[in-house]
């Protein structure tokens, strides 16, 4: 079975700052994909960034980006110029390409320091 | 636009009792999933669809049944609620299975 491992329970970062969360997951599949989730206060969960397996180039959005290392089997997310709104719970998913069963890690608690 | 609807927001419950979670979604996706959300857990994939009249079960799906009989309503079931069932529960929709996944706000339910 897939596991998704985020070893930091909390993180925290000043304003402005810039701050990496890391992710690391466990497979034998080739074709999957890997997501950083996003759940304020508000419980509303939403997606931050999406990268494909088979894409080399790591995914950019924004202040937010990635580093994927295929390989290591790891994914983290760097948010840079942390604003006071990222302040958040932050989850790492994993999906196949086979059997469109989303795996969530247990995520990590973002404080952000005005 | 909607996007992903739950109702209801908060429900308590008695051990035993039965209720349904629904949710609704209007963008004509045809994945739908149900996750639950414990503290130190992060969210678990309970059942999904991958189309109207087809289902599967995900990581917890003991305590839960579902069905599919139209594209826009994916409809979660507690036969004989629990108090290990006590959790919130996270409806997802996407246009396949593999692009985003589009989150409910969520129902916090707490079984006594």
């Known amino acids: 079975a897939q596991t998704v491992t985020q070893s930091q329970p909390e993180m925290s970062v000043q304003e402005a700052e810039t701050v990496t969360l890391s992710c690391t997951y466990d497979t034998s599949e080739s074709d999957y994909y890997l997501f950083w989730y996003k759940q304020p206060p508000s419980r509303q969960m939403i997606l931050v960034i999406r990268q494909e397996a088979y894409k080399q180039q790591n995914a950019t959005e924004n202040r937010f980006s990635v580093n994927f290392q295929k390989a290591a089997k790891s994914f983290s997310l760097k948010i840079s110029d942390s604003q006071l709104g990222d302040a958040a719970m932050y989850f790492c998913?994993?999906?196949?390409?086979?059997?469109?069963?989303?795996?969530f890690g247990k995520g990590t608690l973002l404080t952000v320091n005005p | 636009n909607a996007g992903v609807t739950q109702t209801p927001k908060f429900q308590v419950l008695k051990t035993g009792q039965s209720m349904t979670l629904q949710c609704a979604q209007d963008m004509n996706h045809e994945y739908m999933s149900w996750y639950r959300q414990d503290p130190g857990m992060g969210l678990r994939l309970i059942h999904y669809?991958?189309?109207?009249?087809?289902?599967d079960q995900g990581e917890v799906p003991n305590g839960y049944n579902v069905s599919r009989s139209t594209t826009e309503d994916f409809p979660l079931r507690l036969l004989s609620a629990a108090p290990s069932q006590t959790s919130v529960y996270f409806c997802a929709s996407s246009l396949t299975g593999v692009n985003i996944q589009y989150f409910g706000a969520g129902t916090r339910l707490s079984v006594l």
């Open positions: 998913a994993y999906m196949t390409g086979s059997n469109y069963k989303l795996t």
């Open positions: 669809s991958v189309g109207a009249g087809i289902t």
